[in-house]
């Protein structure tokens, strides 16, 4: 392809930004890297990024002039023209175009993808489709929609739009367009990576790469809204352990410090949990761990409200709660007098930490920061123009989730060695690199859900953010029984059946938790051993604790390689046209295609209050695709398949569609209630020939940074052909086992056991 007839060219270092005269202003082109690049125009870059934390490196890149004056710069792995008009052209390294511009102004630009090329990313939308093509949105941060304002394209290129002011999204006939409401200059990353892998690569080498989570952040975790004494949760806790079924976590959600006046005061004022402490020390004793709800806001009665009010330091705009009473709807002759604090203030961080260290020092393990949206009751646009000391709400209000979170993340790593382990409600990019979970906040209780829970997820994860999870059931099952009270909703089997499959969706989810409003979870509250909803829920948990040896190696990869738990199938058959927009299944890791099963098979899609048993014991069937470019093996029976087609999978209430890629290689992990109750030297590896494949299992401590001195282990699997070699292990760290077994597995049944003490050796399959 020939782009330009080249006139004058030469050689420069990209430490600085190369300066282009175009009609409507200046255009800055600035290599961070010899894949990334930096599009300023219309005046001076911004100084300070919330997200970028990568500084330029110093990349050689031939500049090149030609007639009409127009400007080539190219890194021998992007190419980038610039035309007298200020608009830009993108080339791969062969000279083929990725993107062009259309017009642009000030803080709007407008792109010109092809007709039928499928864009992705953009942060958690609730829509249920995976392609952003045709879509529009005004993004600003919500409880059920987050946004992450980057794109990725399946020709291997994406854009970070670095403008973290509420911003319209469009895609229409005339382009893709970005246009943010505060901004005086248009400010963009250009990424190429080659790959959806590349770019995601690229995104985290720019904004932050993605910590390690502890082991047990892998578990099971049982929450409630909310546990209303301490009683209550250990009954819960202890309901789990006496029935054998798995835990990790138990989770405290709101008001354990009393009423609205004392709003998220850090503190147990509640009477019903008088002795804390000991209840703290008991979630110990029984090997799981405590996660506890925080908010970016408190009421008038705290002492960080007291603390933070003097100093200018908090929100005048409505949050929730309205109400200082319980009562509901809210009494607004009883106003809370509940404010949002300051997050983009050092000294408000510093003030929120050191109210939270009342709950670290009493050993809490972990944080549910709830509202990083934040809460905004009775939106006014005016709002937005308050101060904040790095100017108006407005220019940076959608950052404001990830400078709470990283206000706590940084301000732990200071005082204590356990990994940070964050649950939060909205993100901004950049996010990944505190290592904080985000879930798609309090969704409704459908099927209609349970469905857009998968391409929120994967479109999360295209922007970089690796970590997903939702509400395993919905956050409002809301049933009303024929008097017409709110009833319970877990005898009801229309909800039944929908917690279950989104149970198994979420066993899949890098975070998998029950929680929900108004309606108990825990797993003896939908039937007994031997009932049907029990042994799938119970089987569900325990298919999660089975799969933590890999779910830890993907963790491992996506720290050290910068992948990706919940992997669109697009990212790995790019080729495959028919996953382009597949909103159903999704890769987890590398080796395991997951396809839940999304649609009700034994009662009504509405879900609404019916006591009326169901029969779930018959067998429902479900249509799967297998991508083409891989053979694939059920994971349940070892039936090997073709890919490229549709295949009809037998379900029954207990049963997830689930895949191995041929090539792969799958550790299983021992029968535990809880994940770090016994040592993995005694392994289940299964293999899947037909192709070559790569595994490497990885081990640390599990709860500390010492990982990134190099106190872990991995051992290397691989398979050519029909041999399997399993590489000497490198590594060590404190209780790691010198001896193992491995009973290599594969899906004719063959069972070949070994004995490992660290050397390399081969198996014939």
Known sequence: MTIMKKTVFTWILALAATLVAGAQGSVSVQFYTPTTVRIVKGGAAPAESFAVTAAPQAVSVRQTAARGGAITYDSGALRVTVAADGTCRFYSPSGKLLLKEGPWAAARQTFLPEADEPLYGLGILQDGTLSLRGKTRRMIQGNTED????????????????????????????????????????????????????????????????????????????????????????????????????????IQDWQYWGNNYQWNAMEFLNEDFRNAQAMIDEVHAQHAKLMISIWASFGPMTKAYRELAPKGLLFDFQTWPQSGLSDWPPRLDYPSGVRPYNPFSAEARDIYWKNLLRL????????????????????????????????????????FPLVSVEGVADNQKKVSDRRVMILTRSAWAGQQRTGANTWSGDVNSSWESLRAQIPAGLGF??????????????????????????????????????????????????????????????????????????????????????????????????????????RALVMDFPADKAVWDCADEFMFGRALLVAPVVHAQYTPEKVAFDDTPVDFSPAR??????????DWYDFWTGERLKGGRTVTRETHLDTVPLYARAGAII????????????????????????????FVLYEDEGDTYRYEQGACSTIEFTLRGRTLSIGARSGAFPGMPQQRRFRVVTPDGAVREVSYDGSALKIQL
Not at 150 to 171: A, E, H, L
Not at 525 to 549: N, Q
Not at 622 to 630: D, I
Request: aromatic share 14%; charged share 25%; glycine share 10%.
């Open 147 to 250: 946004f992450v304002p980057i794109v990725q394209s399946v020709k291997g290129y994406g854009i970070f739009w670095d403008n973290p002011s509420p911003t319209v999204f469009r895609d229409d006939a005339d382009g893709m367009h970005f246009e943010s409401e505060v901004g005086e200059v248009v400010d963009y990353y250009f990424l190429y990576g080659g790959s959806a892998d590349g770019v995601i690569a690229g995104i985290r080498a720019l904004t932050g790469r993605v910590p390690m989570l502890p082991l047990w952040s892998y578990g099971f975790m049982q929450s409630r809204e909310r546990y209303k004494s301490s009683r209550e949760l250990l009954d819960a806790l202890h309901g789990y352990r006496e029935r054998g079924i798995p835990i990790d976590c138990i």
């Open 621 to 630: 069937s479900t249509q799967v695709y297998l991508p083409k470019g891989s």
């Open 360 to 399: 670290e020092n009493m050993g809490i393990d972990a944080w549910w920061m709830d509202s990083t949206e934040p809460d905004h009751i009775d939106f006014k646009e005016s709002d937005l123009d308050v101060e904040t000391g790095l100017g108006s709400f407005r220019k940076v209000r959608n950052a």
């Open 667 to 694: 550790p299983l992990g021992p029968d535990v209630q809880y994940s770090g109750e016994k040592p993995w030297d005694d392994l289940e590896v299964r293999v899947y020939p037909g192709a070559d494949g790569r």
């Open 461 to 566: 994860a295209l922007t970089g953010n690796p970590n997903f999870n939702s509400d395993c059931g919905g956050f409002f099952p809301y049933g009303y029984n024929r008097r017409g009270e709110l009833a319970s909703c877990s005898r009801n089997p229309l909800f039944q059946e929908l917690y279950v499959r989104w149970l198994q969706y979420g066993a899949f989810c890098p975070m998998m938790r029950s929680h929900g409003e108004s309606s108990r979870r825990e797993i003896w509250e939908f039937g007994a051993p031997g009932e049907p909803v029990y042994d799938a829920i119970a089987s569900t948990i325990r298919l999660r604790y089975a799969l933590l040896p890999y779910i830890y190696a993907v963790s491992h990869e996506v720290t050290a390689a910068d992948g990706t738990f919940q």
